[in-house]
Nanobody, 117 residues
Framework: QVQLVESGGGLVQPGGSLKLSCSAS????????MGWYRRAPGKQREVVAT????????NYADSVKGRFTISRDNAKNTVTLLMSSLKPEDTAVYYC??????????WGQGTQVTVSS
């Protein structure tokens, strides 16, 4: 069974940065498009960024363009989200999973990101 483990969240001041990591225990990881998602309190889950299997194509939600960067290391089965210029509205639980257009693994626990002064 595939296991996704997210880490790197925490409390950060507005304008700060965080690096989230996702480790996936799945064979043939390099064949899956992956993504980062978030769920803010009282809101539905939304896609933050996606990355194609080779890492050469990425897409971002308009709300994070220019501030977040998604990357992957297929040799280590990891996906990373580098977040900068964080805003209070980025506060959410962040999850990684497959690009949902193509299917999904069982969701992990996520990692809490809180942006507050």
């Amino acid at each position: 069974q595939v296991q996704l483990v997210e880490s790197g969240g925490g409390l950060v001041q507005p304008g700060g940065s965080l690096k989230l990591s996702c480790s996936a225990s799945v064979s043939r990881f390099s064949t899956y498009a992956m993504g980062w998602y978030r769920r803010a309190p009282g809101k539905q889950r939304e896609v933050v960024a996606t990355i194609m299997p080779s890492g050469n194509i990425t897409n971002y939600a308009d709300s994070v363009k220019g501030r977040f960067t998604i990357s992957r290391d297929n040799a280590k089965n990891t996906v990373t989200l580098l977040m900068s210029s964080l805003k209070p509205e980025d506060t959410a639980v962040y999850y990684c999973n497959r690009d949902l257009k193509y299917g999904n693994f069982l969701w992990g626990q996520g990692t809490q990101v809180t942006v507050s002064s």
